[in-house]
DNA sequence: CTATAACTTGGAGTCGACTCCAAGTCAAGG
DNA sequence: CCTTGACTTGGAGTCGACTCCAAGTTATAG
């Protein structure tokens, strides 16, 4: 198997669905490491820069500043996390943030469970989410309604209220 | 038990941990109704202005742009979902995508516990996302690693590649 | 030899979502 | 009566993340 093939800058922003604009974007502010170039001036990318950029779409998906991103990369490319523990602290708990954010999603896909239940039977109880969401739920086999949040909508920001107060 | 008890923008931004600025903001682009005003002109909400400020907070963590909600409070409030067909093809498209995005997230989790499992372990594999993930998980129970949507990191925009060619 | 396409660069512009500001109103306390 | 605090308004400013542009280079095809 061919390890070595690279790709140009249109290959690879077809592969990964990120514009090639953008791709140079990340390059401009420091994301993703220059990418090494032919003698012709143009860009070369490898499959592993292309993993790279992936892992930046995903975590893009997971709210992620891109400015915060730097650590995630250096450990999909090679590092070792163990050898760095504020970098293992950091992995642990931005997953804990994710596990919120798909609890908070779940949510929302009960809740439009719910209406479309709703509408399907014509009930009026004027339920709204934050109580007795989802009880009813038979349509698909859904293990929990993600109960362990309760409908508290993960506000993971608790700022707010009052700062201009100097 | 008071359920028409009324609260202050301020206490109301307490309560959804949306700032006073943001409320009023969301007032002005009309993505919520026009408070009710005291004598003073200072605004007044109910329980359920705050029930649909959370709605709001939520659909954004599901990354649901402002302007695409206004649908979604609607039937948070008293529409019958079923009468607007429409709306229920938004609402279940709208699910679609957040199932991928759920599908999405839980990958990052199996990324950073590969990571944090391989320090553990100190294996050398210079394993990636992509491929297999997760095999040797077994710390807690995973039904699947959400191989539906097989690394391809839901890229529900295919947009990009070559859109300057005119 | 020239047109086309695929790239390069630096920099400007856009857009969504706030966030901040200044000037003003009103109510209660000292 | 004056200050303080909580609010009001319209509008300006900020910030992150692109997105677009113009001018230039190089390679290939006709």
Redesign the interface.
Same mark, same amino acid.
């Not at 070792?80 to 050898?83: F, G, Q, S």
């Given at each position: 198997m061919k390890e070595n093939q690279t790709f140009t800058i249109?290959q690879t922003?077809?592969q990964t669905?990120? *514009?090639?604009d953008t791709i140079r974007y990340y390059e401009k502010i420091a994301l993703l490491p220059r990418a090494d170039r032919k003698d012709n001036g143009h860009r070369v990318y490898r499959q592993e820069d292309i993993?790279t950029i $992936?892992?930046i779409?995903? =975590?893009k998906?997971?709210?992620m500043p891109l400015d915060e991103m730097q650590p995630f990369l250096a450990? %999909?490319s /090679?590092t /070792?996390?163990?050898?760095y523990p504020e970098l @293992?602290e950091h =992995?642990?708990s931005? $997953?804990e943030n994710? @596990?919120s954010? +798909?609890a %908070? =999603?779940?949510? @929302? @896909?009960d809740?439009? /469970?719910m209406?479309?239940e709703?509408?399907?039977y014509?009930r009026d109880c %004027?339920d709204? +989410?934050?109580e007795g969401v989802s009880e009813k739920m038979m349509g698909k086999p859904k293990p929990k309604p993600v109960s362990p949040v309760e409908m508290s909508?993960? *506000?993971h920001?608790?700022e707010?209220? *009052?700062?201009r107060t100097p």
């Open positions: 249109k922003a077809k669905g990120i *514009s090639q993993k $992936r892992l779409s995903c =975590l998906k997971t709210g450990v %999909s /090679d /070792d996390p163990a050898e @293992v =992995l642990r931005h $997953r994710i @596990v954010q +798909i %908070s =999603l779940q949510q @929302v @896909v809740f439009i /469970d209406k479309l709703e509408g399907k014509r %004027s709204e +989410i934050q909508f993960f *506000s920001r608790p707010q209220a *009052s700062r």
